[in-house]
């Protein structure tokens, strides 16, 4: 840091002396009226965490200083140091012109002759306090650079510190180590814990990328993939039942391509008769294409298909006639958020080929944990248009907001946090009374003996 003093007869030409020395990049760190003038003290490369390290208090109150009064005190300790140094180059100076006689007559040998006389010991006493002086001002420009390099240090250690709890959080949240590593160079030296904490979830909610609109507003051919038991079937009947009521009946239809199982059709047509809209089956006598060309009508077709092992020869027939259909099916991955974090990428590896537009994500209500969900949504990409949070028809599906999962997220750490906290104390509770116990058995037995 370059620190420098400037004295004017007023204010404006000072600052001008200040821009035009030190550009427009100097901090102001004091000014005041003096003799004559105002004088101000600026400062380049100026960095206020590391002079707030190096203050003490300054109040009775102990009041943490505000950036002013830093500045301030930065300033005088600087200008102090400028003193110390001139005083010790006026000494030096005197000491120099002493020893030096201008006479041209030769009175310098004699002069000469005078320092090293033992009975004129000014000089040499002198010299010796200009040496203390310049050792002192040593002394203090060490101790000033250690006092820089400990602060320094002291900054980094708390901001290792934050980033250890910050990470331990994201870990206990069940977020993947690639995820953590990708927000924990957000968090700047310094921060407050708290601070920071929130600014990573902020930023764990902007990796997030979701839907902008309502997908069943836009109309179009929509297709639900996934594994048996995410939920498909019920999360076709709540988005049908959802534009239903908003738009009535008469534009929507579902389809279902599930004609492996045995009435595994039954639950789709029980929505279509409660909301009053066609279901259509794709079977070896009508293909999808057929079944979609007859429903052109429709501004919204749902499509419902079977959640089979990728091993069976049905899976690879069912996606190929999704992915080579001539109609523009889009086609959205159905994750449940209880699903484990492997399960979750292998299902998205065998379902990526008939090109994914997004996902949907079920059974929030039932997960004890978002993080493995919110880890699989950034690792992937996909964009997310709904979550799903209980049975109930309309009401348990929502367009999908990045900052409401990853608050959902949060609560269920804190939950869990609490339930392991409850648990440890029952269990130490458990071992102090069995502990308990024993002694008191030993006491009797060994008494009774």
């Known amino acids: 840091?370059?620190?420098?003093?400037?004295?004017?007869?007023?204010?404006?030409?000072?600052?001008?002396?200040?821009r035009e020395e030190m550009g427009a990049d100097a901090v102001i760190l004091s000014n005041q009226k003096v003799g004559g003038g105002v004088e101000i003290v600026t400062a380049l490369d100026y960095d206020e965490q590391l002079a707030m390290s190096q203050v003490e208090t300054v109040s009775a109150q102990d009041k943490t200083p505000s950036p002013t009064q830093i500045g301030r005190m930065q300033a005088e300790r600087h200008v102090r140091l400028q003193e110390e140094m001139e005083r010790a180059r006026e000494k030096i100076s005197d000491v120099r012109s002493r020893r030096i006689n201008t006479d041209e007559s030769g009175q310098s040998v004699v002069s000469q002759q005078r320092v090293e006389n033992s009975s004129d010991v000014a000089p040499a006493s002198e010299l010796e306090s200009m040496r203390a002086e310049l050792h002192h001002l040593k002394d203090m420009l060490n101790q000033q650079l250690k006092s820089n390099d400990e602060a320094r240090k002291e900054i980094e250690t708390a901001a290792s510190i934050v980033k250890s709890n910050i990470e331990d959080r994201?870990?206990?949240?069940?977020?993947?180590?690639?995820?953590?590593?990708?927000?924990?160079?957000?968090?700047?030296?310094?921060?407050?814990?708290?601070?920071?904490?929130?600014?990573?979830l902020a930023e764990l909610s902007h990796v997030l990328a979701v839907e902008d609109d309502e997908l069943i507003?836009?109309?179009?051919?929509?297709?639900?993939?996934?594994?048996?038991?995410?939920?498909?079937?019920?999360?076709?009947?709540?988005?049908?039942?959802?534009?239903v009521l908003e738009h009535g009946p008469d534009s929507i239809?579902?389809?279902?391509?599930?004609?492996?199982r045995i009435a595994a059709h039954e639950q789709l047509m029980v929505f279509g008769r409660i909301l009053n809209i066609p279901v259509r089956i794709v079977d070896e006598h009508n293909s999808l294409d057929d079944v979609i060309e007859s429903l052109q009508d429709k501004k919204l077709v749902l499509i419902d298909t079977a959640g089979l092992n990728h091993q069976d020869p049905d899976w690879a027939e069912q996606l190929h006639e999704i992915r080579d259909s001539k109609f523009p099916i889009k086609n959205y991955l159905v994750l449940s958020a209880i699903t484990q974090t492997q399960i979750m990428k292998s299902t998205y590896h065998y379902y990526k080929m008939v090109g994914l537009a997004g996902c949907l994500v079920t059974k929030l209500d039932e997960a004890v944990s978002l993080g493995e969900v919110i880890s699989f949504l950034y690792l992937s990409g996909l964009s997310v248009a709904y979550v799903t949070d209980g049975q109930k028809i309309p009401d348990d599906i929502h367009l999908a907001k990045a900052h409401s999962i990853v608050s959902r997220g949060v609560s269920l750490f804190k939950e869990q946090e609490k339930f392991e906290a409850e648990l440890l104390s029952h269990t130490q509770g458990r071992i102090h009374n069995t502990g308990r116990a024993n002694e008191l058995t030993s006491m009797y037995f060994g008494h009774t003996a």
């Open 217 to 243: 507003n836009r109309g179009g051919i929509y297709a639900l993939v996934g594994q048996t038991g995410a939920g498909k079937t019920t999360t076709i009947g709540k988005m049908a039942a959802r534009y």
């Open 170 to 200: 994201l870990s206990r949240m069940g977020i993947e180590k690639s995820l953590i590593d990708a927000l924990l160079p957000g968090i700047k030296e310094g921060a407050d814990i708290s601070l920071a904490w929130n600014r990573v």
């Open 253 to 260: 239809a579902l389809i279902t391509t599930d004609r492996y």
């Open 1 to 18: 840091m370059k620190v420098k003093r400037f004295f004017a007869a007023t204010m404006q030409e000072a600052l001008r002396m200040v």
